[in-house]
């Protein structure tokens, strides 16, 4: 499936207007409620319409959020009021010829207009489904706010990770498969439709290699927003958009963990910050701490060491204390018995390392002022690629 639109914008929200697809104030003739999206049902009809609001006269743009399958060309967006009777702007030709792209669609009202309505029409043969539609003024255009996301998959397909970040922002993912070239083309699959770099190594060549190599090239492609995810987290009722609105209004801060809830083996669920497993890498992290310290692999102790690091480099570091995601922790080990197996041995030669680095086993007051206490090494790791 193919992304409808890649626009998106961070604006004060009384300078624009925007709706899930499922939002109260939008209706349905023949669409079937998705989560807060609405989908095609081999119905024609309106799939979406409403808010039935009013409008000042000015000008302004719409920009659809959502998937399409299949296109075929009888539909159309319009602009009505007067119950349908009045209609004041009418698109055929609304999807780029690729299917790759909603088209940002402007439409001018001559005077205050009461009641009106977005629809979208659809024919028995459309396949798609609508996310949300978002309304600007002509004095408020969208700003441009490009978002990469850095993914390390192992021994899952993150479907549900990949599902829970739908967005009225566009996001470009840049994912490094560590398992088996099995998922391979699963894979390959989930992000068919979205705007992705997927490397297949199909090795545990360590997390913190793969880090930072996505947050290289992240950096490289002019992303404004770097997020690092693991692959067993998803976020809950449009927590990923909130996140990024939180990540964006505390644009000093160099990390930014989000709150989520942890389903425990017994039934419990645990509620705290994410830290390492789900975090936003800000200005701050790239010209003060730089880098993942690639000599703790395959995996732990990198995210204390960036820690310590961060804390004496004295950056900013956030915590969006709203649950927004859920974590099912440890998701790799208990699906892969080979890295079940070798985790003792993991975290032991990584504990060993980080101890020799900072003279303690844990971040805090008993660490080193600087890597192995010796002054003349910094905490600043660069990039390979700088």
Known sequence: MNKIT???AFI???EFRSYWAADPRLHTQVGKVHGRSMQTSGKAGYLIYGPYEHFEAGRYRVVVQGKVDNWTG???LDIVCNAGRTVLYKCYDCINGSLDAWKELDFTLEGNVD???IRIWVSEETKMIVDGVTVYSEEVRPAITKIGIVLVTYSIVPSLLVKSTRS???CEWFVFHHGSPKLTESIKHLFSGLESNLCFYNNNRGLAKSWNEGISLAINSGKEVILVINDDVEFIEGGFDLWVDYILENKDSGLVFVTGEEPQDDGTVIYQSQNFACFAFGKQAIELVGAFDENF??????DFDYFVRAQLAGIKISVDD???CRHRRSSTQKNDSGIREKLPEFIETNRQYFIKKWGDSQPGSGCYLSPFNDKNTGNFLPF???
């Open 6 to 8: 890649d626009k998106q």
């Open 384 to 386: 390979k690629s700088d």
């Open 74 to 76: 009888g539909e159309y």
């Open 12 to 14: 004060k929200y009384s």
């Open 115 to 117: 009641n009106l309505e």
């Open 168 to 170: 009225k922002y566009s």
């Open 297 to 302: 692999t395959p995996a732990f102790y990198e």
């Open 322 to 324: 709203r649950v927004l």
